[in-house]
């Protein structure tokens, strides 16, 4: 995938000729967010669609931040009609992280989770890879949405700097690009749906197996943010439909949302 031509074919006919996934592509050279294209899908009954663009003037991040989204990014939103109840929705940001994160890794890339679902490169200088200077490769965005009748829509965002240079980029992110050199977005793009379609499909359980296989997290001292007081402690495990299990000085706590901060070990 790295070392491809990257100057092959980037557009909907390119990407769903070579896809083993169902799912139809709407390509964009510039747009504001897919995210929001998607909704317009979704509110027309509209699913199993990928909305992709070059470039977003408007992306949107977790907790309403902005989201930089030049040309030559994997800007891309899916929209789903979950067959899963409301509750265990949440499992498909785990699996759409996993499904980046193996995308990733096919090419080359040592990429794992941190909690809940962003995808970071440990800086590697250390064996167990905790030396806590991991940079940021990609993020998820999940929204509900719904269509004019009233049904029920999942809008999974994807954001994956793929062929980009770090400096395009906020500090503490890296790109495909500066892991492994010049990238085939197309090829990327396929594998990451076709990852992202045999995951929707498996149980909670498979999805949480696989996510705790990929995931950076686990066993880390970590800091969350829920919006009361943090919460520190060491994060043992990540249970339906995605919370984090932390092992605190106060006993064992689960954390549905937050930020998670991955804290160095201390010296011994
Ligand atoms: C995060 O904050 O980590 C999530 C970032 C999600 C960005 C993607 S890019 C494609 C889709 N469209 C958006 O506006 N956001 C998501």
Sequence with gaps: MSGGDPASEYNAAAIERGLDAPFAVEYHDSIGSTNDRARELAAAGEASIVVLADEQTGGRGRLDREWSSPSGGIWCSIVVRPERPPESVPILTLAAAVATTRAAREAGIDAGIKWPNDVLVPDGSDADRSSGDDRKLAGILTETAHSEEGERFVIVGIG???????DQLPEGSTSMRAQVGAVDRRLVVQRLLERFDELRCSSDDEVLDAWREDALTLGRQVRVETGDDPIVGKAVDVT???????DTIHGRERVHAGDCEHLRPVEE
């Design 160 to 166: 994956l700097n793929a062929d980009l240079d770090p």
């Design 240 to 246: 339906a439909p995605g919370s984090l299990v932390i």
